[in-house]
């Protein structure tokens, strides 16, 4: 076994793991922990996260729920839920997952198996920290067939297309509706909080798609100071000490 370390105290590579060493990894490693672990044949990486990944991978995930609800689609989330097949020797953990198309396959269940059971429709990645191990490739042949990708202000739309993604302008999960605007909105009402960022996504999906019924609530700019002594800074999530 190799073992690397890079720049940042936050992952860890290791190389020439098996399968049965990464498994053996899980099962010590339990549910209840803040690493999330990627395995793609032999190479196995380790990963710990800042605030700002958790913040942005929170409401990213939480928009997606919003949206569902607007538009009264049934849905999954499973968060970062270990998918993973022995076949392919591949595994991952996402920052979140979703089921749409196939939601009513997995109604219920508790426990998968990606050999009976379909991959998640949609797969959320927060690659703020450059990531060593290559997750595409890994999603691929677990069958993931959409991922969005949120990097520095900028969501990417990710589909299959046999065995590799290509970056597509529309979404299969909302085709309806141009997420690729959802980290403007986010930016806009950071400052506002989190309930007025999720009023503002639902007013938002409503608006675009049609979906406005009545009355709709009218919230405040998200500029206006009276939000939040904050609400006109820009800039990272930063932690002190």
């Known amino acids: 076994m190799m073992l690397s370390t890079l720049p940042r105290a936050d992952r860890v590579v290791l190389h020439d793991i098996s399968w049965q ?3 053996n990894l899980l099962a010590n490693l339990g549910e209840s922990r803040s690493a999330r672990i990627a395995y793609d044949r032999g190479t196995l990486e380790i990963m710990t996260f800042l605030p700002e990944h958790e913040y942005y991978k ?6 997606v729920k919003d ?3 607007v538009l009264e689609e049934d849905y999954e989330s499973l968060r970062s839920t270990t998918w993973k097949r022995k076949l392919e020797k591949a595994g991952v953990e996402p920052d979140n997952c979703f089921y749409f198309q196939n939601e009513a396959k997995i109604r219920g269940k508790l ?7 379909p991959p998640p429709d949609l797969v959320l990645e927060i690659d703020l920290t450059s990531k060593s191990l290559d ?7 677990l069958g993931v067939p959409e991922i969005w990708c949120y990097d520095s ?10 065995e590799a993604y290509v970056e597509v302008e529309m979404s299969s999960i909302f085709p309806q509706l141009p997420v690729r605007e959802l980290p403007g909105l986010i930016d806009r009402y950071r400052s506002a909080g ?3 960022l999720r009023q503002a996504v639902r007013e938002w999906a409503r608006s675009k798609s049609g979906k406005s019924f009545g009355k709709t609530n009218h919230l405040p700019k998200p500029d206006d100071r009276s939000l939040h ?8 999530i930063q932690t002190s000490g």
Do not use: M, N, V, W
């Not at 997750?135 to 042949?141: G, L």
């Open 67 to 69: 949206i569902a609800e």
């Open 21 to 23: 060493q990464f498994e």
């Open 111 to 117: 426990q998968f198996d990606l050999d009976r059971d």
């Open 135 to 141: 997750r595409f490739p890994i999603y691929a042949r």
């Open 153 to 162: 202000g900028e969501l990417k739309i990710y589909q299959l297309a046999g």
């Open 194 to 196: 989190r309930r007025s």
């Open 229 to 236: 002594p904050l609400a006109k800074q820009r800039g990272r």
């Open 58 to 63: 929170e409401t990213i995930g939480d928009a």
